[in-house]
């Protein structure tokens, strides 16, 4: 069985070789013509910065400067950031929120923050309180998880929005069982849900589902589904951590689906090292054992 000390090590220095440079680490699949490129990211960024910032080693904490210094230097309008990170696409409101949550996090401030809080909430409906996905964009849409971020981001700046919170209850039900443009497949969404009541960020009934129904709503196996089944519960994860431990080492470099557009499917397998190292943190496994 692999010592947690060396899939640690191993995890952190694949992280640390690729998270330099340019940062090219998403994959864009196309569904056409079956190519694929990599390209840079700031939303996939951004998340592996959330879910690694839940850690507290030396080796994590460079990584986590490496990940601000270059979401900073991202080109964007005033905050508002774009999937592509650059200054030719529509910018969206969930790039914007993950980048700016990340950014929070991590420096407890927030650059731009009035004018982020003003453009995001600009695009909310006054009569059902969802917000549209896309700033100034005539092809826009309502996406749920989109809002759930945004939810998270009010959150941590201390603002309470209502009528944001009362769509995403009377539609989370809705989302699980059919997903979205975005996140046909929602096992990242669920598991970001459970990732922040771990943080303690959102309570045990925020959008909660029943435990004999996740199965229910999962529609691809990845590597959150395949490696512990039960994913809104960490006990399940304590009590099988070594079986868990031989089933991430053999499948964390596997391509994960974690979300897509009409056109393209996205994997990063920097994210999944991200997630693998906050499990193993989970399982409360020793370093040094």
Request: proline fraction near 1%; charged fraction near 20%; aromatic fraction near 14%.
């Amino acid at each position: 069985m692999i010592k947690i000390k060396d899939f640690q090590d191993e995890l952190l220095d694949f992280l640390d070789d690729k998270l330099i440079n340019n940062f090219e680490i998403c994959s864009e699949n196309s569904i056409s013509n079956n190519s694929s490129r990599k390209l840079y990211s700031p939303f996939l960024l951004s998340l592996i910065g959330i879910v690694l910032s839940t850690l507290t080693e030396t080796a994590i904490r460079i990584l986590l400067q490496k990940i601000y210094k270059k979401l900073i230097s991202t080109p964007n309008n005033e905050g508002l950031y774009n999937f592509y990170g650059n200054s030719e696409y529509f910018y969206d409101v969930d790039t914007t929120a993950e980048v700016s949550t990340f950014i929070f996090n991590y420096s407890q401030k927030l650059p731009n923050k009035d004018n982020i809080l003003q453009q995001i909430l600009g695009n909310q409906s006054d009569q059902d309180g969802s917000i549209l996905t896309w700033f100034n964009r005539s092809k826009n849409n309502v996406d749920w998880f989109v809002n759930f971020n945004v939810f998270i981001l009010l959150k941590l700046l201390g603002c309470n929005d209502d009528k944001l919170i009362k769509y995403l209850r009377n539609n989370a039900i809705n989302f699980y069982k059919n997903g979205s443009q975005y996140y046909d497949d929602i096992s990242l969404s669920l598991f970001m849900i459970s990732f922040y009541r771990d943080l303690k960020l959102i309570s045990q009934k925020d959008f909660f589902i029943p435990q004999n129904q996740i199965k229910i709503y999962i529609k691809k196996n990845n590597l959150i589904t395949e490696n512990f089944k039960d994913f809104t519960s960490f006990d399940s994860v304590k009590n099988n951590k070594n079986i868990l431990l031989d089933q991430l080492h053999e499948n964390w470099a596997k391509d994960i689906l974690y979300f897509n557009s009409s056109k393209a499917f996205y994997t990063a397998t920097e994210l999944n090292a991200a997630i693998t190292l906050y499990l193993l943190n989970k399982m409360e496994v020793s370093k040094d054992e």
